[in-house]
């Protein structure tokens, strides 16, 4: 009997996050499974501000969390084609704002869409590249 042969490393990044391995692998957070029954009402969105459109180098936008969340941010051409993701966080406090700043002087000019996805909602927002 092989006990314990699924896991044999564990590597710790940090105080909340680390890694195991074996002939699997675990990815340990301080996120929680479980069901929240919390949860934004019908017609809710994201309190996004942009701060400039159109863009000529950076997309600079505002995000206010009222309560703890995940955030992932990916950018989108005018024709739905995935570009990169720009970010992708824990936000592990209530009732905070948080600032993004994106170079994008590289990309051409045109249409783009930024697409937020939190716990309870996805939504995008147009911008003009100039």
Known sequence: MNIGGNLNRILFINNILAYASGTSIYKFTTETLSANTDYNPKGASLKISMKNNPV????????????????????????????????????????????????????ASGTYFVNFHNNYMR????????
């Open 56 to 107: 000529k180098s950076y997309l600079e936008f505002n995000i206010h969390f009222e309560k703890a969340d995940n955030i992932l941010i990916e950018l989108y051409n005018m024709n739905g084609q995935f570009i990169k993701q720009l970010s992708r966080e824990f936000i592990l406090t209530s009732n905070t704002e948080k600032e993004y700043s994106f170079y994008v002087g590289n990309l």
């Open 123 to 130: 939504e995008s927002i147009k911008f003009i590249k100039e």
